[in-house]
Protein backbone atom coordinates (compact mmCIF):
# COMPACT_ATOMS: atom_id res chain seq x y z
CA UNK A 1 0.00 0.00 0.00
CA UNK A 2 1.04 3.50 -0.87
CA UNK A 3 1.67 5.71 1.95
CA UNK A 4 3.27 8.58 3.43
CA UNK A 5 3.24 9.48 7.51
CA UNK A 6 4.33 13.01 8.41
CA UNK A 7 5.69 14.27 11.57
CA UNK A 8 7.16 16.75 14.06
CA UNK A 9 4.42 19.32 14.32
CA UNK A 10 3.80 20.83 17.59
CA UNK A 11 3.54 24.49 19.29
CA UNK A 12 6.41 27.03 18.71
CA UNK A 13 7.00 29.94 19.21
CA UNK A 14 7.65 32.83 17.10
CA UNK A 15 10.68 33.15 15.58
CA UNK A 16 11.32 29.30 16.19
CA UNK A 17 12.43 25.79 14.07
CA UNK A 18 10.78 22.91 13.89
CA UNK A 19 11.78 20.41 11.57
CA UNK A 20 8.82 17.81 9.76
CA UNK A 21 9.69 14.60 8.68
CA UNK A 22 7.35 12.31 6.27
CA UNK A 23 7.79 8.82 5.99
CA UNK A 24 7.58 7.10 2.45
CA UNK A 25 6.46 3.44 1.65
CA UNK A 26 4.68 1.12 -1.10
CA UNK A 27 6.64 2.48 -3.80
CA UNK A 28 10.22 3.40 -4.85
CA UNK A 29 10.68 6.71 -3.37
CA UNK A 30 13.29 7.86 -5.49
CA UNK A 31 11.48 7.73 -8.58
CA UNK A 32 9.76 10.71 -7.61
CA UNK A 33 9.31 15.02 -7.21
CA UNK A 34 8.07 14.90 -3.43
CA UNK A 35 5.56 18.49 -2.15
CA UNK A 36 4.76 19.59 1.12
CA UNK A 37 1.52 21.32 0.72
CA UNK A 38 -0.36 23.66 3.72
CA UNK A 39 -3.85 24.41 5.05
CA UNK A 40 -4.28 27.13 7.15
CA UNK A 41 -7.49 26.91 9.72
CA UNK A 42 -10.46 27.04 7.68
CA UNK A 43 -8.68 27.96 4.41
CA UNK A 44 -7.87 26.40 1.20
CA UNK A 45 -4.41 24.36 -0.02
CA UNK A 46 -1.23 26.40 -0.36
CA UNK A 47 1.75 24.53 -2.15
CA UNK A 48 5.12 25.28 -0.18
CA UNK A 49 8.17 23.43 -1.65
CA UNK A 50 8.99 20.83 -4.02
CA UNK A 51 12.30 18.63 -4.67
CA UNK A 52 13.27 16.65 -7.24
CA UNK A 53 14.13 12.86 -7.55
CA UNK A 54 17.78 13.26 -6.76
CA UNK A 55 17.63 16.50 -4.51
CA UNK A 56 19.20 18.48 -7.52
CA UNK A 57 16.13 21.39 -7.66
CA UNK A 58 13.96 22.16 -4.77
CA UNK A 59 11.48 25.25 -5.42
CA UNK A 60 9.47 27.10 -2.49
CA UNK A 61 6.27 29.44 -2.87
CA UNK A 62 7.87 33.19 -2.41
CA UNK A 63 6.41 33.22 1.15
CA UNK A 64 8.59 30.65 2.70
CA UNK A 65 11.57 31.44 0.55
CA UNK A 66 15.00 31.67 3.10
CA UNK A 67 12.93 30.33 6.42
CA UNK A 68 12.22 26.75 4.81
CA UNK A 69 14.03 23.88 3.41
CA UNK A 70 13.12 21.20 1.50
CA UNK A 71 15.18 17.47 1.60
CA UNK A 72 15.17 14.53 1.07
CA UNK A 73 16.67 11.11 2.16
CA UNK A 74 16.29 8.23 -0.65
CA UNK A 75 18.27 5.70 1.69
CA UNK A 76 15.92 6.34 4.02
CA UNK A 77 12.43 6.59 1.88
CA UNK A 78 12.21 9.98 3.38
CA UNK A 79 10.89 13.76 3.48
CA UNK A 80 11.82 16.42 5.22
CA UNK A 81 10.80 20.04 5.96
CA UNK A 82 13.08 22.50 8.23
CA UNK A 83 11.42 25.43 9.00
CA UNK A 84 12.84 28.61 10.43
CA UNK A 85 11.79 32.08 12.20
CA UNK A 86 8.55 31.06 12.05
CA UNK A 87 5.60 33.28 11.93
CA UNK A 88 1.82 33.13 13.21
CA UNK A 89 0.78 32.94 9.67
CA UNK A 90 3.05 29.55 8.97
CA UNK A 91 0.34 27.80 11.45
CA UNK A 92 -1.26 25.26 9.35
CA UNK A 93 -1.63 21.44 8.60
CA UNK A 94 0.98 20.50 6.46
CA UNK A 95 1.01 17.63 4.15
CA UNK A 96 3.28 15.55 2.38
CA UNK A 97 2.64 14.52 -1.12
CA UNK A 98 3.62 12.50 -3.55
CA UNK A 99 4.17 14.31 -7.43
CA UNK A 100 3.29 11.65 -10.78
CA UNK A 101 4.83 13.15 -14.08
CA UNK A 102 2.83 12.91 -17.53
CA UNK A 103 5.12 13.48 -20.63
CA UNK A 104 2.97 14.37 -23.15
CA UNK A 105 4.23 15.61 -26.84
CA UNK A 106 3.61 18.21 -30.02
CA UNK A 107 5.15 19.56 -32.74
CA UNK A 108 8.43 17.33 -31.82
CA UNK A 109 8.51 19.11 -28.39
CA UNK A 110 8.55 16.88 -25.11
CA UNK A 111 5.91 18.75 -22.27
CA UNK A 112 6.53 17.35 -18.60
CA UNK A 113 3.73 17.87 -16.12
CA UNK A 114 3.50 17.01 -12.93
CA UNK A 115 0.16 16.64 -10.30
CA UNK A 116 -0.45 15.01 -6.93
CA UNK A 117 -1.03 11.63 -6.96
CA UNK A 118 -0.86 10.85 -3.34
CA UNK A 119 -1.42 12.54 -0.19
CA UNK A 120 -0.16 12.20 3.41
CA UNK A 121 -2.59 12.70 6.64
CA UNK A 122 -0.62 15.59 7.77
CA UNK A 123 0.96 17.26 10.79
CA UNK A 124 -0.36 20.16 12.38
CA UNK A 125 2.23 23.32 13.43
CA UNK A 126 0.93 26.03 15.41
CA UNK A 127 3.20 29.06 15.49
CA UNK A 128 2.07 30.96 18.69
CA UNK A 129 3.41 33.05 22.02
CA UNK B 1 1.56 31.38 -13.60
CA UNK B 2 -1.49 30.03 -13.97
CA UNK B 3 -4.88 30.63 -11.57
CA UNK B 4 -7.59 28.34 -11.59
CA UNK B 5 -10.80 29.59 -10.82
CA UNK B 6 -13.43 28.01 -9.32
CA UNK B 7 -16.89 28.05 -7.56
CA UNK B 8 -16.74 29.06 -3.69
CA UNK B 9 -20.06 26.55 -3.50
CA UNK B 10 -22.22 24.29 -4.86
CA UNK B 11 -25.33 22.48 -3.62
CA UNK B 12 -27.36 18.75 -5.14
CA UNK B 13 -29.91 16.59 -4.11
CA UNK B 14 -28.81 13.45 -3.11
CA UNK B 15 -29.07 10.49 -5.56
CA UNK B 16 -28.97 13.65 -8.62
CA UNK B 17 -25.68 14.86 -10.08
CA UNK B 18 -23.33 17.95 -10.33
CA UNK B 19 -20.82 19.52 -12.39
CA UNK B 20 -18.04 21.49 -10.64
CA UNK B 21 -15.79 23.50 -12.71
CA UNK B 22 -12.02 24.62 -13.06
CA UNK B 23 -11.27 27.47 -15.06
CA UNK B 24 -7.66 27.90 -16.47
CA UNK B 25 -6.63 31.52 -16.51
CA UNK B 26 -5.75 33.14 -20.74
CA UNK B 27 -2.87 31.12 -22.08
CA UNK B 28 -2.95 28.11 -20.34
CA UNK B 29 -6.29 26.32 -21.67
CA UNK B 30 -4.25 23.69 -22.86
CA UNK B 31 -3.09 22.74 -19.12
CA UNK B 32 -3.38 19.21 -17.75
CA UNK B 33 -5.21 19.45 -14.08
CA UNK B 34 -5.71 17.11 -11.09
CA UNK B 35 -8.85 16.98 -9.00
CA UNK B 36 -9.16 16.74 -5.13
CA UNK B 37 -11.76 15.68 -2.34
CA UNK B 38 -11.02 16.98 0.86
CA UNK B 39 -14.10 15.48 3.33
CA UNK B 40 -14.62 17.85 6.14
CA UNK B 41 -11.22 16.84 8.62
CA UNK B 42 -10.04 15.21 6.58
CA UNK B 43 -6.50 14.84 4.35
CA UNK B 44 -7.02 15.32 0.65
CA UNK B 45 -7.62 12.51 -1.58
CA UNK B 46 -6.38 12.42 -4.95
CA UNK B 47 -9.39 11.35 -7.63
CA UNK B 48 -7.87 12.02 -11.35
CA UNK B 49 -6.07 13.86 -13.34
CA UNK B 50 -7.56 15.52 -16.39
CA UNK B 51 -5.98 16.54 -20.02
CA UNK B 52 -7.30 19.16 -21.64
CA UNK B 53 -8.33 16.49 -24.71
CA UNK B 54 -10.79 14.97 -21.48
CA UNK B 55 -8.71 11.88 -20.97
CA UNK B 56 -8.45 11.30 -17.40
CA UNK B 57 -6.93 8.99 -15.12
CA UNK B 58 -8.77 8.28 -12.22
CA UNK B 59 -6.90 7.48 -8.57
CA UNK B 60 -7.08 4.07 -7.07
CA UNK B 61 -10.48 3.26 -5.30
CA UNK B 62 -12.07 5.91 -6.26
CA UNK B 63 -15.72 5.19 -7.87
CA UNK B 64 -16.91 5.56 -11.35
CA UNK B 65 -19.44 7.50 -10.44
CA UNK B 66 -16.75 10.43 -10.31
CA UNK B 67 -15.79 11.37 -13.82
CA UNK B 68 -13.66 14.02 -16.14
CA UNK B 69 -13.99 15.87 -18.81
CA UNK B 70 -12.88 18.86 -20.95
CA UNK B 71 -13.48 22.13 -22.90
CA UNK B 72 -11.53 24.88 -23.99
CA UNK B 73 -10.00 26.05 -20.66
CA UNK B 74 -12.76 24.86 -18.56
CA UNK B 75 -11.94 21.25 -16.62
CA UNK B 76 -14.99 19.43 -15.16
CA UNK B 77 -15.46 16.96 -12.33
CA UNK B 78 -19.31 15.42 -12.63
CA UNK B 79 -20.60 13.40 -9.63
CA UNK B 80 -23.16 10.74 -10.75
CA UNK B 81 -25.20 9.36 -7.73
CA UNK B 82 -24.58 11.91 -5.41
CA UNK B 83 -23.97 10.38 -2.13
CA UNK B 84 -23.98 11.81 1.68
CA UNK B 85 -20.15 11.21 1.59
CA UNK B 86 -19.66 13.19 -1.22
CA UNK B 87 -19.87 16.40 0.77
CA UNK B 88 -16.69 18.04 0.76
CA UNK B 89 -14.02 20.31 -0.61
CA UNK B 90 -13.20 19.38 -3.61
CA UNK B 91 -9.59 21.47 -5.36
CA UNK B 92 -8.26 21.52 -8.70
CA UNK B 93 -4.26 21.80 -8.97
CA UNK B 94 -1.76 22.54 -11.66
CA UNK B 95 1.83 23.26 -12.56
CA UNK B 96 3.97 25.34 -14.31
CA UNK B 97 7.24 26.99 -13.91
CA UNK B 98 8.59 25.03 -10.92
CA UNK B 99 5.22 26.81 -9.59
CA UNK B 100 2.42 24.64 -7.90
CA UNK B 101 -1.26 25.83 -8.01
CA UNK B 102 -4.59 25.16 -6.26
CA UNK B 103 -7.83 27.00 -7.17
CA UNK B 104 -9.70 28.09 -3.96
CA UNK B 105 -11.79 24.53 -3.83
CA UNK B 106 -15.63 24.48 -4.17
CA UNK B 107 -17.51 23.20 -1.18
CA UNK B 108 -20.07 20.88 -2.18
CA UNK B 109 -23.31 20.44 -0.02
CA UNK B 110 -25.50 17.32 -0.98
CA UNK B 111 -29.26 18.39 0.37
Known amino acids: EVQLVESGGGLVQPGGSLRLSCAAS????????MSWVRQAPGKGLEWVAN????????YYVDSVKGRFTISRDNAKSSLYLQMSSLRAEDTAVYYC??????????????????????WGKGTTVTVSS | QPVLTQSSSASASLGSSVKLTCTLS???????IAWHQQQPGKAPRYLMK???????NKGSGVPDRFSGSSSGADRYLTISNLQSEDEADYYC?????????FGGGTKLTVL
Open chain 1, 97 to 118: AREATLVTTAGGYYFYYYYIDV
Open chain 1, 26 to 33: GFTFNNYW
Open chain 1, 51 to 58: IKQDGSEK
Open chain 2, 26 to 32: SGYSSYI
Open chain 2, 50 to 56: LEGSGSN
Open chain 2, 93 to 101: ETWDSNTRV
